[in-house]
C-alpha cells in the first residue's frame, strides 16, 4: 500500500512540475443598430500541461440590453501551430448559463483562437468563431423581443458554424 501511494505521489509530482497555471480573463463588446449594446467579462483559470494541452474554465458576467447573463465555461485546449511567440488553438468545450429568471442556455463545441505570449509571464489571446450545437431552454423569444434578440446574436438551437463578429473576444493572461 505504501509503494501505490508513493508512486501516485511520485506521477503527480511529475505532472505538476512540468505544468503551468494560468490566470485572466476576456472581454467582448458589441453595439448593434441602435437595438442594444451588449457587453461581457469572464473572468478565466487554466492549467496547462504542456505547449499542446491546457484545461479551464471561466466564469461570464454579459450584461444584454437589460438583461444579465451568467455562464460556465469548462474547455479543453489544444495548440497545434507555434510559430515564434504566437501559437493557433482550439478550445473544446461547453457553456452553460443563462439570463436571470428568464432562460437557459446549453452549448457545446470548439472555438477557434490564438495566443501571442508578449512575455513569459504575460499572453494575450483572442478567439473568433464557433463550431457545435447551441440549445436554448426557456422562452424569450416573445414578438415583442425577436428582433432584439435576433439583433444581438443570441443563437438559435442547432448545429451552427458562426464566424461572425459576434463570437470575437480579446483576453489577457498571466501565467505563472
Excluded at 451568467?70 to 461547453?94: E, I, M, N, Q
Excluded at 452549448?107 to 450545437?133: C, E, K, M, Q, W
Amino acid at each position: 500500500m505504501k509503494k501505490l501511494v508513493l508512486v501516485l505521489a511520485a506521477m503527480a509530482i511529475a505532472v505538476c512540475a512540468n505544468a503551468q497555471i494560468y490566470l485572466g480573463g476576456s472581454l467582448h463588446f458589441q453595439a448593434s443598430d441602435n437595438i442594444s449594446t451588449n457587453f461581457t467579462i469572464k473572468p478565466e483559470v487554466g492549467y496547462s500541461f504542456n505547449d499542446s494541452m491546457a484545461v479551464g474554465a471561466s466564469l461570464g458576467l454579459g450584461f444584454y440590453s437589460h438583461n444579465t447573463l451568467l455562464t460556465f465555461s469548462p474547455y479543453f485546449r489544444w495548440s497545434f501551430v507555434h510559430f515564434g511567440p504566437a501559437s493557433l488553438f482550439l478550445d473544446g468545450g461547453f457553456d452553460m448559463g443563462g439570463i436571470i429568471d428568464e432562460r437557459f442556455r446549453f452549448a457545446i463545441g470548439v472555438r477557434p483562437g490564438i495566443a501571442f505570449h508578449i512575455t513569459d509571464h504575460l499572453s494575450a489571446v483572442g478567439h473568433l468563431g464557433f463550431l457545435g450545437y447551441t440549445n436554448d431552454v426557456g422562452n424569450i423569444f416573445t414578438s415583442e423581443n425577436i428582433l432584439t434578440a435576433v439583433a444581438i446574436g443570441m443563437p438559435r438551437d442547432g448545429f451552427r458554424l458562426d464566424l461572425s463578429g459576434n463570437t470575437l473576444s480579446v483576453g489577457l493572461y498571466y501565467n505563472f
